[in-house]
Nanobody, 115 residues
């Protein structure tokens, strides 16, 4: 059974930083494409950052230069370092992994940025 567990969300002030973590069981992050998505209040879920098995990174324009996705293969954990946070980064953040056998989601973690 595949399980993705996110942590690290919470409340931050504008300009501050948070680091999200996502630890997987039943699936190996390095075998697929890992991603962080977010869903702001009243809006659709959107891709924030992705990391392929080969190490290629992709970011939404709105977070380029501020967010960094990384992976620790030994811990089977994916991270999202979020710096220079803005109120518009407020959303529920979801961890995702896509493999040849399917796509899997975490339960989400709330990030709230106050101005």
């Amino acid at each position: 059974q595949v399980q993705l567990v996110e942590s690290g969300g919470g409340l931050a002030q504008a300009g501050g930083s948070l680091r999200l973590s996502c630890t997987a069981s039943g699936v190996i992050f390095s075998f697929g494409t890992s991603g962080w998505y977010r869903q702001p209040p009243g809006k659709q879920r959107e891709l924030v950052a992705a990391l392929t098995s080969g190490g290629n990174q992709n970011y939404a324009d709105s977070v380029k230069g501020r967010f960094t996705i990384s992976r620790d293969n030994a811990k089977n954990t994916v991270y999202l370092q979020m710096n220079s946070l803005k109120p518009e980064d407020t959303a529920v953040y979801y961890c995702n992994v896509q493999t040849i056998v399917g796509a899997y989601w975490g339960q989400g973690t709330q990030v709230t940025v106050s101005s």
